[in-house]
T-cell receptor, first 111, second 112 residues
Framework: RKEVEQDPGPFNVPEGATVAFNCTYSNSASQSFFWYRQDCRKEPKLLMSVYSSGNEDGRFTAQLNRASQYISLLIRDSKLSDSATYLC????????????WGLGTSLAVNP | DGGITQSPKYLFRKEGQNVTLSCEQN?????MYWYRQDPGQGLRLIYY???????QKGDIAEGYSVSREKKESFPLTVTSAQKNPTAFYLC???????????FGDGTRLSIL
């Protein structure tokens, strides 16, 4: 089992829709998580950090469920510009300061 | 502005040639990372460094080498031993504590 797993999608949704991605992790000792977005042929950019139960920033909400070991990302009122790949990342619980990257979920928002 | 600078943006390698990708950061971050990304694939860790003059192999270190002589700089050399170097190379840095990684805008390497 991969340490961080995501549904690869693609998710195709109309503009204005609400879409949710789930990400599961296997290391129960992981302390912090991040969501990044990556546009085609670009570098990943930080969308949100999740250190406790969740975080909200405008149309984006992340929730962390430690009991079930998953993190979700909810996008409300989807825009065309939200089309991208969304990467779920967990901080390794050890001292080596590595991040464990999911393979990403592809989102296409259609007009 | 603080950030991470990778150069060049595009690089072409001939058979049997070593090439070096530059990564410089002015964020005063201790940790730096090199990733490789193939089309449609996820990020794979090549090497990382937690402190000056120290670095560790990641998951796919074969055919690559790094140095960390200065805090700001973490160059990656793709050696001739790396038989399939064509990929998108991303450099990242990270501050102390449970901080996220910040990325440069990448170098695309191709074989001539």
């Amino acid at each position: 089992r991969k340490e961080v797993e995501q549904d690869p999608g693609p998710f195709n949704v109309p503009e204005g829709a609400t879409v949710a991605f789930n990400c599961t992790y296997s290391n129960s000792a992981s302390q912090s998580f991040f969501w990044y977005r990556q546009d085609c042929r670009k570098e990943p950019k930080l969308l949100m950090s999740v250190y406790s139960s969740g975080n909200e920033d405008g149309r984006f909400t992340a929730q962390l469920n430690r009991a079930s070991q998953y993190i979700s990302l909810l996008i409300r009122d989807s825009k065309l510009s939200d089309s991208a790949t969304y990467l779920c990342v967990g901080a390794n619980a050890g001292n080596n300061r590595k991040l464990i990257w999911g393979l990403g979920t592809s989102l296409a928002v259609n007009p | 502005d603080g950030g991470i600078t990778q150069s060049p943006k595009y690089l072409f390698r001939k058979e049997g040639q070593n090439v070096t990708l530059s990564c410089e950061q002015n964020l005063n971050h201790d940790a730096m990372y090199w990733y490789r990304q193939d089309p449609g694939q996820g990020l794979r860790l090549i090497y990382y460094s937690q402190i000056v003059n120290d670095f560790q192999k990641g998951d796919i270190a074969e055919g690559y080498s790094v140095s960390r002589e200065k805090k700001e700089s973490f160059p990656l050399t793709v050696t001739s031993a790396q038989k399939n170097p064509t990929a998108f190379y991303l450099c990242a840095s990270m501050g102390t504590g449970n901080q996220p990684q910040h990325f440069g805008d990448g170098t695309r390497l191709s074989i001539l």
